[in-house]
């Protein structure tokens, strides 16, 4: 398989969690100084910081750096007040957000909330309403909509954010359906492990080798059509390590995970060895699979920076 758009390299960061502001606000700026385009956050209901307020104090803290979440949950915020708090930290970071959205998927923060966890479908639909609500929240015109799950009257959205008509969206998914409507519909793709068991576990897991991953591209090519050479292919890998003993990790990983060595030497969503080899890794990846924009781990800011510094804008 090759992918038939090839899009430059760019590098984020996955941060949660920080001990006090002088903490996070240093790991914002070790992220923009190694040369990472984005800092983005989880939205669990577990031990991390808030994302709305932890990332307008990134955008605060930075000059260059964008923000955004890796994902927001739709059912956890209406759709009108989280249009709202995005279009203000597009405005106060002068243009640096992106848009993160999904249906919600860790079972654990719906039943720890209180939160209906419906069905897969019936979250799917909540969420194609909310990011319509959101996306018209940011136009120029009065929202109405009335459907299944929002209704919504004569909703004047503001602030506008700056990034018009509104700032790139990050659509991540594992299943058909979802990644289906990404690719009508996002700016930017996110490859995921299938997670309709809402952990992570082996089910999960088993839908992350380099297989699953291209029947999961696959679909996006098949949907996209003529939109696919705007489309950047994002993954954010979970087994990361820069280290010259390449073998030894990948089977501390396998064992530890439960699988082959040949799976996590093969799946996109580790990234392990020295420099070289994942620079390798990373070219052959995007020929393949398209990914271009990666984002790795807040562990990863210091180790990974030479593998942004050979790769990025290329």
Known sequence: MTFPHIAPFRFGVQCSRAANRTEWVDLAKKTEANGFSCLTMPDHFTDQLAPIPALQSVADATSTLRVGALVWDNDYKHPV????????IDLLSEGRLEIGLGAGWMVSDYEQSGIAYDTP????????????IIKAAMGDDPV?????HYNVANYVGMPKPVQRPYPPILIGGGGKRVLSYAAREADIIGINGTMTAGVVGPEAISTMTAEAVTEKVNIVINAAGSRLPNIEMNIRAFFVKVTDDAAGTISGVAQMIGVTPSMVEETPFALIGPPSKIIEDLIARREQWGFSYIIVGAEDVDSFAPVVAALNGK
């Open 81 to 88: 007040v989280l249009a709202k708090e995005l279009a203000t």
């Open 144 to 148: 109405n909509h009335s459907g299944t």
């Open 121 to 132: 479908g019936v979250r799917i639909d909540r969420f194609i309403e909310g990011l319509a």
